[in-house]
T-cell receptor, first 119, second 113 residues
C-alpha cells in the first residue's frame, strides 16, 4: 500500500528558531499534499494544500509567512515553521492522495506526524 | 460547505461487546466518507471508505459502516470489541469537487477487559 513518511518524528527547538518538517510519498507520486496540525486531544485542522510546482494554498487564519511550504518534487513537500514560538507547539501531519491499493480509488494516506515542541 | 459531527467524544465498551461510533455529516455535494483510526503515537490509518457504491461498507479489522443518506449518518460498528481497538477514531468527509478533507472531532474508544 501507499506509504507517506515524515521527518523528523519529534523535534524540540528554542523559541525564535526555524524548523523544517519533511513529508515524502515513498512509493507513489503526489502533485498535491496536505498539511494539518493537531492539538492534544483535538481533531486535525487543515492548514494548507501543497501544490507541486506552484504556491501553496493556505486555509483562513493560517499565516503564510510563518508556515512556509515548498513542494519541491512529486514526492516531497516541506513545511518550515519560521521563528517558532511555544504556541506553535503541536503535532503536524501531512497527507497525500493515492489511487490504487486496497481502497482502489482516490484515498488520502497520512504520514505518522511530527511532534514539535518549542521551548 | 461541509461539516462532520461525531456525537460522542468518548465511548467505553467491554471486550467482546459491540461497538457503535456515531457520525453525522453535512455536505453540499455527494460526499465521500471515511473512518480513520489513530493509535497512540501512531499515524492515521484508513479503516474504510464510502464512495457512492454499496451503502454498507466493510473495512479492516472487522469494522463496517452504513451510509444512510436520509439520516446523513455514517456510523461505525464492530460486532465484538477487542482490546487492540482502543484508539481515537475520526469520521471524515471529502468534497468530491476536490481533495479537501473535513475531520470530525474524534471519538476515543476505550475497551475494558
Amino acid at each position: 500500500g501507499a506509504v507517506v513518511s515524515q521527518h523528523p518524528s519529534w523535534v524540540i527547538c528554542k523559541s525564535g528558531t526555524s524548523v523544517k518538517i519533511e513529508c515524502r510519498s515513498l512509493d507513489f507520486q503526489a502533485t498535491t499534499m496536505f498539511w494539518y496540525r493537531q492539538f492534544p486531544k483535538q481533531s486535525l485542522m487543515l492548514m494548507a494544500t501543497s501544490n507541486e510546482g506552484s504556491k501553496a494554498t493556505y486555509e483562513q487564519g493560517v499565516e503564510k509567512d510563518k508556515f512556509l511550504i515548498n513542494h519541491a518534487s512529486l514526492t516531497l513537500s516541506t513545511l518550515t515553521v519560521t521563528s517558532a514560538h511555544p504556541e506553535d507547539s503541536s503535532f503536524y501531519i501531512c497527507s497525500a492522495p493515492f489511487q490504487g491499493g486496497r481502497f482502489r480509488s482516490d484515498t488520502q494516506y497520512f504520514g505518522p506526524g511530527t511532534r514539535l515542541t518549542v521551548l | 460547505a461541509q461539516s462532520v459531527t461525531q456525537l460522542d467524544s468518548h465511548v467505553s465498551v467491554s471486550e467482546g461487546t459491540p461497538v457503535l461510533l456515531r457520525c453525522n455529516y453535512s455536505s453540499s455535494y455527494s460526499p465521500s466518507l471515511f473512518w480513520y483510526v489513530q493509535h497512540p503515537n501512531k499515524g492515521l490509518q484508513l479503516l474504510l471508505k464510502y464512495t457512492s457504491a454499496a451503502t454498507l461498507v466493510k473495512g479492516i479489522n472487522g469494522f463496517e459502516a452504513e451510509f444512510k443518506k436520509s439520516e446523513t449518518s455514517f456510523h461505525l460498528t464492530k460486532p465484538s470489541a477487542h482490546m487492540s481497538d482502543a484508539a481515537e477514531y475520526f469520521c471524515v468527509v471529502k468534497d468530491n469537487a476536490g481533495n479537501m478533507l473535513t475531520f470530525g472531532g474524534g471519538t476515543r474508544l476505550m475497551v475494558k477487559p
